[in-house]
């Protein structure tokens, strides 16, 4: 499975920005993607998952900002992200997450400044 990553970039604080990513190869039919995020000297935290029914979850700290999405056809999942803060600065990494491992994108970095 290859998870290609797009959108990052830099914004201001109260901005927004839409993440993409695209899936390819040998995908799990039973799936969740998600995006997961890394600050700089944190651990990996998910931020978002979304399942093929469209069932959503998000971490408390986005919550009410992003929304994540799917289109099963294209094998792809988006992040669109709004009322951006500095703490949302990090490499966002998507995933596709099966039944029996993960596949992970490259990451994309996001960084949110004045």
């Known amino acids: 499975v290859q998870l290609q990553a797009s959108g990052g970039g830099l914004v201001q604080p109260g901005g927004s920005l839409r993440l993409s990513c695209a899936a390819s190869?040998?995908?799990?039919?039973?799936?969740?993607m998600a995006w997961y995020r890394q600050a700089p000297g944190k651990q990996r935290e998910l931020v978002a998952g979304?399942?093929?029914?469209?069932?959503?979850n998000y971490a408390d700290s986005v919550k009410g900002r992003f929304t994540i999405s799917r289109e099963n056809g294209k094998n792809t999942v988006y992040l669109q992200m709004t009322g951006l803060k500095l703490e949302d600065t990090a490499v966002y990494y998507c995933?596709?997450?099966?039944?029996?491992?993960?596949?992970w994108g490259q990451g994309t970095l996001v960084t949110v400044s004045s």
């Open positions: 995933a596709v997450v099966g039944t029996d491992r993960n596949y």
């Open positions: 979304v399942d093929s029914g469209g069932s959503s």
């Open positions: 190869g040998n995908i799990p039919r039973i799936n969740i």
